[in-house]
Each structure stands twice: as C-alpha cells, then as structure tokens.
C-alpha cells in the first residue's frame, strides 16, 4: 500500500537514529521488583515516589470503593457523571494543597491542555521554560496564544520577555520540579514577576505534589508561597499512586474551567471509585512523612554511590536522578548493559529531552531500600569503569 511507504520510511528512520521506542510489558505490579517476560528485573523506572500504587492499603481502598461506587461515572461531569466522590475529592485537594477551590481531570496531560485555551486566545502571551513538560507545551499551542519559551529557569530572561510584551492577558508557566531534570523552579522569583506584571502563574507539581512540603502538601507548600495569581496542578498518578489530577486556584478560576475547559466538558469524568480511591491516598500522603524523610536519604546515597562515574550529575535533590550521557546511542547501551544485570532504568532520549543530551533517568522511591540503590550505583561504577 503506497500510503503506508513513507510511515515505514520515518520508522526505519527513527530506527536507524535509536529513536525507536518499543514498550516494554510488565507482568506484576508497580514496585521496585517487578517482572517482565519471566524475568525479575529491579526497577528504578516509576513515578510512584511513595510506593503507594501497589500498596495493599490502597488497594484494599479501590477494592471498597469499587463495591460502593460500580466501575464507571456513566457521563461528563456536566452531564451526569460528577458524583459525591468527586466533589469529596475536590475539597479535599483544595484544602490539602492550601487553595480555596479545586477541579478534577482525569489526567494530568488532559489537565494542561485544558487550562491555558480557557483562560488566554489570540490576543494574550504565554511565557513558558524551556523545559516544560510536553503537556504544557501542547495546551500552549491549543490557547492559540503569542508562546515565548524562555532558557530553562532565567528569571532575567523571563522579565525581559514580559517587558517587552505589549499583550493584554499573560500567563507564565513552569513546571515546579522538572520531570527530566529533577530540579526545581525558581517558585518565589517567578511569583514576584508574576505579580509584577499582572500575570497568572500557573505551576505544574506532578513531581512535587505527595512528594515535597510538610505532609507532602507539594512545592507552593514547600516553598511557603500563596496566592490567587497560581494556578496550581498537581497530578495523581505519580505519587498518589492512581490517576488524574486537578487543578487548584480561586473559586472564580474553577468556576470558569468547569464552564470553558474542552478537556474537562467533552469526556467521560473519571470513575467515582477512583475518585474515592484517591481520597484514601491523600490520606496516605499526609501521615508519610517518614517515607518521605526515608525518601531523601535514599537520594543522597544514589549520588554519593555515583561520585567519580565518567558521567554527569546535574544538580537535582529530588527523587528524579537524571544520568547524563549525551549520545543516543550510548544511552540505549547503557540501559541494556544494566538490564542484563537485572535493573531496569529507562534510556530517555530527544524530542523528550534535548539532542545531545540523551540520559539515564532514575527514579528512587520510599519503597526502594537502600540496599537496592546502592546495589545501583555499585553496577553503574562497574559499567562506567568498563566504557
Ligand atoms: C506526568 C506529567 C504530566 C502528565 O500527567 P498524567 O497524569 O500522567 O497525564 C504533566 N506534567 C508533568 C510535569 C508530568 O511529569
């Protein structure tokens, strides 16, 4: 079929360049030790910072949720689809990330596409880093807004750009804790301008949300900050351990979303069970602090474990460990040389991140044990010495 002759071209293309991903299927859940094709391989390859997405409790908290609620919502949440978990969900959020309303998606992807299109069009001015996740790059473009992409974490720059903007509505956007980097946004600086300027500042904290702040209340929390101006994501997915996420601000903001956002009107909500799932999480979140402290020691053994490896460490206190490599090649070696002595650690490699910078990206969680990391890092001084 003609049609299909350039598809098999760009695939034997991406092939060829090591740009071919493949997916991987794993047999057991979510964990550090988990199982693919028969094999036992030790993962360091999840968001599931707190390890609560194969937790028994958890489980145990969708098993009960299923039997009161069935398995699906039925509609939109416009329609007939929004249920009493929902809202109870909500509230919760709201209050736990210290905001006065919240909304619900059921991802966090849909979550950023849904945002920026209902708050800025044409006439209006986006200033995103550089290194934003992709989601907020692709609600970026649905605003059909003015995109100013600004170098990763340059409040100068930044400043520059909004100066320099004659639009009447601005957002600025940030991912709080990037999810290839692992480090964390300038949150003050980027509030002083947005208050500045009269811009909205909207904060994704997929990676912070469970993860950073007392009780796990997330980056805002973390950093003591509060104000209208944020529009806070947070995901639940990733430390939360289920799926979705929610969107944070004024009472006013949620108002217009729950009347404007594309992504949250024309879906199907999210199943109740889940929604009461993740209430039981929250609770979770909040009495694991010791995880949490636990958390950081496991990061400062990994990169005490990886000092004098031939390869880069950028700065990065959080659970995302990044591997500098450089060549996609390379990178792709390197995960196969670790498979074979049973780790798993993903290769991540351009467009996801820039060319030339292609990497090993690790992920520790609290329900990593410190033998595990170290048994990481003790591999990975193996391979470095042998390249
Ligand atoms: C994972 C992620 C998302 C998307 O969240 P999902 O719930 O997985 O769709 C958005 N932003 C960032 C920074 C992420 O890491």
């Known amino acids: 079929m003609p049609i299909y002759d350039s598809l098999k071209q760009s695939l034997a293309d991406l092939q060829s360049q090591s740009l071919l991903r493949q997916r991987r299927i794993v047999d057991s859940p979510c964990g550090p030790e988990i199982e693919i094709g028969g094999r036992r391989l030790l993962a360091f390859a999840s968001n599931d910072y707190l390890g609560l997405a194969g937790k028994p409790a958890l489980a145990t908290a969708a098993q009960k949720a299923a039997k009161r609620w069935g398995a699906g ?7 007939s689809g929004h249920y009493s978990a929902h809202d109870a969900l909500e509230k919760r959020l709201a209050e736990f990330v210290g905001l006065p309303a919240a909304i619900s998606f059921s991802t966090g992807y849909m979550a950023n596409i849904a945002v920026m299109p209902a708050l800025l069009s044409r006439n209006d001015a986006i200033f995103a880093d550089r290194v934003n996740h992709a989601s907020l790059v692709d609600g970026a473009l649905l605003a059909r807004a003015e995109l ?17 903007s004659g639009s009447r509505r601005k957002l600025i956007v940030s991912d709080t804790v990037f999810s290839m980097d692992g480090d964390v946004a300038p949150l003050a600086g980027l509030l002083e301008l947005a208050e500045r300027f009269d811009a909205w500042l909207l904060l994704d904290d997929a990676h912070g949300f469970g993860v950073l702040g007392p009780q796990g209340r997330g980056a805002l929390a973390e950093a003591g900050l509060q104000s209208e101006r944020i529009i806070y994501m947070g995901t639940l997915g990733k430390a939360a351990g289920v799926a979705g996420a929610f969107v944070a601000g004024s009472q006013d903001l949620v108002d217009w979303l729950v009347n404007t956002a594309r992504a949250y009107i024309f879906t199907t909500a999210a199943p109740p069970m889940l929604a009461e799932t993740l209430l039981a999480a929250v609770d979770l979140i909040e009495q694991a602090d010791t995880q949490r402290a636990y958390l950081q020691k496991l990061i400062a053994a990994f990169r005490h474990g990886m000092q004098g490896t031939r390869w880069t460490l950028p700065d990065s206190r959080t659970a995302i460990q990044p591997v500098i490599v450089g060549d996609n090649a ?53 391979l470095s010495a042998a390249a």
């Open 330 to 382: 390379e990178v792709l070696a390197l995960a196969r040389a670790l498979d074979d002595a049973g780790f798993w650690v993903p290769a991540i490699r351009p467009p996801t991140v820039p060319a030339g910078s292609a990497r090993l990206r690790v992920s520790l969680t609290a329900a990593h044990t410190l033998k595990q990391v170290q048994a990481l890092t003790a591999a990975l001084q193996t």
């Open 148 to 164: 100013h992409r600004y170098p990763h974490g340059d409040l100068k720059a930044l400043e520059g750009a909004l100066i320099a």
């Open 73 to 79: 919502a039925g509609a939109s949440h416009l329609v």
